[in-house]
T-cell receptor, first 117, second 113 residues
Framework: EAGVTQFPSHSVIEKGQTVTLRCDPI?????LYWYRRVMGKEIKFLLH????????ESGMPNNRFLAERTGGTYSTLKVQPAELEDSGVYFCASSQDSFRGRRDTQYFGPGTRLTVL | AQSVTQLGSHVSVSEGALVLLRCNYS??????LFWYVQYPNQGLQLLLK??????LVKGINGFEAEFKKSETSFHLTKPSAHMSDAAEYFCAVSLSYEWNMRFGAGTRLTVKP
């Protein structure tokens, strides 16, 4: 069974440009999460989808970040325009459960390393 | 608000020695606790999780962790380190009413031959 995949693995862009990251969750997983790790710091939650709906986007840093999940399958995270502080590793994770109180494992992708120059 | 502190950003042990990676959390309600490992160029892989059942949790690759409420700790241990254990380890906490996890800053484990 394929795991969580992310594309691209690396992206180098200049300040002010736009970048779109893609995440394909494990097939059948309703929950999809985005996290980010800025250099040397902790991994931080960005947002959570249940199927195609945003359940929690409290971690999104500002309105330059836009996440979508088309048809409840893959998800994209767009940064427009990118700033220097957006550099870091963006992780996507998915899990199966849709009921609170059950804590199914979140499976992580390898991440996308974004560098903004 | 809950938070996670991992003591020591770098830990170095000799092959065959005990591995101890420390994690303390703060939470106003009973938490779910996790340890993840990241090998080079790979995603985070779950080692083990505590979900209010047994306080001693056994995970993959010989790792285990003990939930100690009185000490608000969830330290990760392995009796004998292997070279293949070299990686970065993350402790994380999640609450029953939240879906997201909060991570510590990570501990990079080096295993010397």
């Amino acid at each position: 069974e394929a795991g969580v995949t992310q594309f691209p693995s690396h992206s180098v862009i200049e300040k002010g440009q736009t970048v779109t990251l893609r995440c394909d969750p494990i097939s059948g997983h309703d929950n999809l999460y985005w996290y980010r790790r800025v250099m040397g710091k902790e991994i931080k939650f960005l947002l959570h989808f249940v199927k195609e709906s945003k359940q929690d986007e409290s971690g999104m840093p500002n309105n330059r970040f836009l996440a979508e999940r088309t048809g409840g399958t893959y998800s994209t995270l767009k940064v427009q325009p990118a700033e220097l502080e957006d550099s870091g590793v963006y992780f996507c994770a998915s899990s199966q459960d849709s009921f609170r109180g059950r804590r199914d494992t979140q499976y992580f992708g390898p991440g996308t390393r974004l560098t903004v120059l | 608000a809950q938070s996670v502190t991992q003591l020591g950003s770098h830990v170095s042990v000799s092959e065959g020695a005990l591995v101890l990676l420390r994690c303390n959390y703060s939470s106003s309600v009973p938490p779910y606790l996790f340890w993840y490992v990241q090998y080079p160029n790979q995603g985070l892989q779950l080692l083990l999780k505590y979900t209010s059942a047994a306080t001693l949790v056994k995970g993959i690759n010989g790792f285990e962790a003990e939930f100690k409420k009185s000490e608000t700790s969830f330290h990760l241990t392995k009796p004998s380190a292997h070279m293949s254990d070299a990686a970065e380890y993350f402790c994380a906490v999640s609450l029953s009413y939240e879906w997201n996890m909060r991570f510590g800053a990570g501990t990079r484990l080096t295993v010397k031959p």
